[in-house]
T-cell receptor, first 108, second 112 residues
């Protein structure tokens, strides 16, 4: 079983749609959680940290369920510029573990 | 403020050679991590350094080594290159080992 699992997609959605990505992790002792986005042939860029109480940044909402070892990212009112690969990241004591990423394409 | 910088941007080597990749963290960041990313996969953790000490090591062979200097910059060394070492090598810096990491543009290594 992979340590951090994501639905690889691809997700193809129209502009304005709401889309949700899910991620599960295997290490119950994981300490911090993040979502990154990565554009083609570019480095990953931090989108947002994920807090136990859930957090929102504009159109983006992240949630963490420690009991189920599950993280989610919700994107509302999708824009063309949201097209990218979204990486779920889990920080264990000594390293950051990345999921393989979920590819999103937002179409006009 | 300058972000994380890496050099070189691209590199072509042949099997059996050695390579050194360099990374300068964001000013004030004391932790540097190295990742390998192959096409279609997420970054795979190689090393993390914090305050010049190795804090973590991923599942990579001993051909991979790294160090962090007093100014917090870092080098990743790979010996006896294999074709399978061809990848994008990413460096990321953070305030501390559990904080958000910020990535450099990467070094694209091709081994022929």
């Amino acid at each position: 079983r992979k340590e951090v699992e994501q639905d690889p997609g691809p997700f193809n959605v129209p502009e304005g749609a709401t889309v949700a990505f899910n991620c599960t992790y295997s290490n119950s002792a994981s300490q911090s959680f993040f979502w990154y986005r990565q554009d083609c042939r570019k480095e990953p860029k931090l989108l947002m940290s994920v807090y136990s109480s859930g957090n929102e940044d504009g159109r983006f909402t992240a949630q963490l369920n420690r009991a189920s070892q599950y993280i989610s990212l919700l994107i509302r009112d999708s824009k063309l510029s949201d097209s990218a690969t979204y990486l779920c990241v889990v920080n264990d004591d000594n390293d950051m573990r990345f999921g393989a990423g979920t590819r999103l394409t937002v179409k006009p | 403020d300058a972000g994380v910088t890496q050099s070189p941007t691209h590199l072509i080597k042949t099997r059996g050679q050695h390579v050194t990749l360099r990374c300068s963290p964001i000013s004030g960041h004391k932790s540097v991590s190295w990742y390998q990313q192959v096409l279609g996969q997420g970054p795979q953790f190689i090393f993390q350094y914090y305050e010049k000490e190795e804090r973590g090591r991923g599942n990579f062979p001993d051909r991979f080594s790294a160090r962090q200097f007093p100014n917090y910059s870092s080098e990743l060394n790979v010996n006896a290159l294999l074709l399978g070492d061809s990848a994008l090598y990413l460096c990321a810096s953070s305030w501390g080992p559990h904080n958000e990491q910020f990535f450099g543009p990467g070094t694209r290594l091709t081994v022929l």
